[in-house]
């Protein structure tokens, strides 16, 4: 997260914000945040975000 903070990725893809939001997988290895952006994995567990 911006801030630091880290979260478990969940089973299936995606992870769950700390405020309980779901973050869901976008099928193709990236994300899509609750504001509808699309991030991609930067291939080192972490995202890459608009």
């Known amino acids: 997260m911006p801030d630091g903070t880290t979260v478990a ?3 299936g ?3 769950t914000l700390s ?3 779901v973050v869901p997988p976008d099928g193709t290895g990236g994300i ?3 504001n509808g952006a699309r991030c991609v ?3 080192n ?3 890459l975000c608009p």
Request: hydrophobic letters at 30%; charged letters at 15%.
């Open 9 to 11: 990725a969940e089973p």
């Open 13 to 15: 893809g995606g992870f």
């Open 19 to 21: 405020n309980g939001v």
């Open 32 to 34: 899509i945040l609750p």
């Open 41 to 43: 994995s930067d291939g």
């Open 45 to 47: 567990r972490g995202y």
